[in-house]
């Protein structure tokens, strides 16, 4: 019985340090796309050109709507704003690229788990669902504003700083309500 305790114990304690995953896949990830729109920007003639020859319509506008995205997307993941809504146009960026340019490339299983874009995706489609974390920009927004959202993700909190949270939740839901 002890031993099963232990487990649950370790147990909630690694689901309370999702936070950390959630900031490094952020940084990680928002930074590769920050530095890679920026680059894409500075070359927008040539990356246009790229769109082009890949017989994606309109090249010009969407290959700066795609460098743009990238940028900006990449420097609100970095710091956790709006990382759920951003996270949706990345998404789109990373299939568009998968669709458009390296499906052609691809001739078996192994050549598609191969490719990067379906990583980017899944980080973005992970932060779509789990969110930015406490160590965010949205996470301080939405307690400022005293929203629903921040209570769940104060769960995430390590127990020391969740406490003072627990504590005033049901007189801030009922704000909410």
């Given at each position: 019985m002890q031993s099963r305790?232990?487990?649950e114990q370790i147990l909630d304690w690694?689901?309370?340090?999702?936070w950390f995953a959630q900031i490094l896949v952020r940084l990680f990830v928002g930074y590769f796309f920050m530095e890679t729109g920026w680059g894409k920007l500075h070359n927008l003639d040539g990356f246009a050109q790229?769109?082009?020859g890949w017989g994606i319509p309109y090249?010009?506008?969407n290959a700066a709507l795609s460098a743009y995205t990238e940028f900006i997307g990449g420097w609100l993941t970095i710091i956790g704003l709006g990382t759920r809504l951003i996270s949706i146009p990345m998404i789109i960026n990373m299939l568009v690229a998968i669709l458009k340019v390296n499906l052609k490339r691809v001739g078996s299983i192994d050549d598609f788990?191969?490719?990067d874009e379906p990583l980017y995706a899944l980080a973005y489609l992970w932060l779509l669902l789990s969110g930015p974390g406490w160590v965010s920009v949205d996470?301080?927004?939405?307690?400022?504003?005293?929203l629903r959202a921040a209570l769940a993700g104060a769960s995430a909190l390590p127990e020391k700083q969740n406490t003072g949270l627990n504590a005033s939740s049901s007189i801030i839901e009922e704000q909410v309500d």
């Open positions: 305790q232990k487990i690694i689901d309370q340090q999702e790229r769109f082009a090249p010009y506008f788990v191969e490719l996470f301080f927004v939405r307690r400022v504003f005293r």
